[in-house]
């Protein structure tokens, strides 16, 4: 079972950058899949941003041309630059991975985004 521990969110004003890292431990390196969902309060949980392999970075339509998630494939470390952030983008981000196309989705226990004037 891979096991994933987020870091970063907080506080920030419309506007402004944060970044999101997520460490997975409890399996090989090279996962095939890490990303990040989000959920807003009231809403369902949804999906941000993922990097396949091997098809590479994927993006919710709302985050395109903000957003950037990058991986470091050999630590299974995912990170999430977030820039140009609005209200809207406020909600818990939770990581998630999955070690192959067969296996089922592990999460972390998020981390709170807050944009907020």
């Known amino acids: 079972q891979v096991q994933l521990v987020e870091s970063g969110g907080g506080l920030v004003q419309p506007g402004g950058s944060l970044r999101l890292s997520c460490a997975a431990s409890g399996s090989p390196p090279g996962l095939y899949s890490m990303g990040w969902y989000r959920q807003a309060p009231g809403k369902q949980r949804e999906p941000v941003a993922s990097?396949?392999?091997?098809?590479?970075?994927h993006y919710a339509d709302d985050v395109k041309g903000r957003f950037t998630i990058s991986r470091d494939n050999y630590k299974n470390i995912v990170t999430l630059q977030m820039s140009g952030l609005k209200p809207e983008d406020t909600g818990v981000y939770y990581c998630?991975?999955?070690?192959?196309?067969?296996?089922?989705?592990?999460w972390g226990q998020g981390t709170q985004v807050t944009v907020s004037p």
């Open positions: 990097d396949d392999n091997p098809s590479g970075a």
């Open positions: 998630t991975a999955r070690a192959s196309p067969f296996s089922s989705d592990s």
